[in-house]
Structure formats: C-alpha cells, structure tokens
C-alpha cells in the first residue's frame, strides 16, 4: 500500500514552454502533498506544500509563478513549470501524506525535467 | 524544525552490519525520527520510524536513546544493493507538514 506515482518520468522540453507533472497517491487519499527539487549530488529541496482545494504554500525563495501547484482532489497533486529556462533542469519528487494517518510521508519516483 | 546531522558517507563491505548515526540535539517532544532510503534518480523510500528506544522490522533497526538526541539505523548483513545515500529526519507528525532533508549519508558497499 501507500504508493504514489508521477508522471511522467522523464520530460525534455524547450527553452520557453511549459511542463506539467502529476503525482497521484494511488490507494489512499493524501489532504497534503510537498513537492521537492533535486539537483545531481544534492538533497532534496523542499519547494511547497500543496493541500487539497487550497493554495499551495512555497518555501522561501521559490517562485510561485513560475511553479504553479494545484492540488485539485484528494489523490491529484499538479506542478507546473512555467518558461522553463535550462536552469530548471532538474529532478522533481513529489511526497503525499495520507488523509487521517499524518506519521509518514510516501514519495513519488521522480520526474527527470531536461529544459534544451 | 529539529535540524539534523549525519556522515556525508561511510563505506562498508558486503555481508557487514552498518550503523548510521544521526545527531538531532534541539529534538522536540513531540517529533518522530524517520529514515529514508534514496537510490540514484528515484524517489526516497521510507525505511523505519521510531520515538523512543528500539525499532525493528524486516530491513534494518533504529536505536534511539533515552534522552533521544541522537538515533542509529542498523543496517544487518548489508548487501551491493544496499548502497545509497540514507537520510535521517525529525518532525511532529500531526504538526509539521514539511520534512526538511539534511545532506544525508552516502553508503558505499563494496563486494
């Protein structure tokens, strides 16, 4: 149980464009999802929390404009990037807390995010 | 947010035990201590949680001290496939919605 997915896995766009990321808590329902960014030989690094029919609250030094976060229903969380620029490039997780048991977080497997 | 400090890396040989410490001195009284496994390009993956003392289940151990300022993860006969950087975290489950990632430890396993 308790497994979160994301998709896609891997995306290579172009300078400019838009990407969209899904993570979906797939046997139970999550109130509250975080979204990480991790760069080759660093830990993770927490982007915003994002809980269900809310706005998104992001961590100091993260644009919310640029990554827009919408958390539409209790096992879809989305991230948007906005203008993606080269400096994007990176690897997104995403982690979901389930609804009435808040003792462990469940991480995704990652999306690998290539910005030509 | 307790903040939390551990070995950049640690090399070890097949078939070993390994233990990874984690200090986390300004631990509230509330807050669990979780560890995660992270492999190249995946996500993390939970291991074990504890609060206070021992806790054991099919993959490793987590020893936790009485005064709970610092707390081992037991890895017992570790395998190649066991190499991976292991992160150590602290927080208040029903108070803190954010985990904060430390630098993690990087095991080495050798054959």
């Known amino acids: 149980g308790a497994v979160v997915s994301q998709h896609p896995s891997w995306v290579i766009c172009k300078s400019g464009t838009s990407v969209k990321i899904e993570c979906r808590s797939l046997?139970?329902?999550?109130?509250?999802m975080f979204w990480y960014r991790q760069f080759p030989k660093q830990s993770l690094m927490l982007m915003a929390t994002?809980?269900?029919?809310?706005?998104?609250?992001?961590e100091q030094g993260v644009e919310k404009d640029k990554f827009l976060i919408n958390h539409a229903s209790l096992t879809l969380s989305t991230l948007t990037v906005t203008s993606a620029h080269p400096e994007d490039s990176s690897f997104y997780i995403c982690?979901?807390?389930?609804?009435?048991?808040?003792?462990?977080?469940?991480f995704g497997p990652g999306t690998r995010l290539t910005v030509l | 947010l307790a903040k939390t400090t551990q070995p950049i890396s640690m090399d070890s040989y097949e078939g070993q035990e390994v233990n990874i410490t984690c200090s986390h001195n300004?631990?509230?009284?509330?807050?669990?201590i979780t560890w995660y496994q992270q492999f190249p390009s995946q996500g993390p993956r939970f291991i074990i949680q504890?609060?206070?003392t021992k806790v054991t289940n099919e993959v490793a151990s987590l020893f936790i001290p009485a005064d709970r300022k610092s707390s081992t993860l037991s890895l017992p006969r570790v395998s190649l496939s066991d190499t991976a950087v292991y992160y150590c975290?602290?927080?208040?489950?029903?108070?803190?919605?954010?985990?904060?990632f430390g630098t993690g430890t990087r095991l080495q396993v050798f054959p």
């Open positions: 046997d139970f329902q999550a109130t509250t």
């Open positions: 982690s979901a807390r389930e609804q009435w048991k808040a003792d462990t977080q469940y």
């Open positions: 975290l602290v927080g208040d489950p029903l108070n803190t919605d954010k985990l904060i």
């Open positions: 300004n631990i509230a009284t509330n807050d669990y």
């Open positions: 994002s809980n269900e029919g809310s706005k998104a609250t992001y």
């Open positions: 504890g609060y206070k």
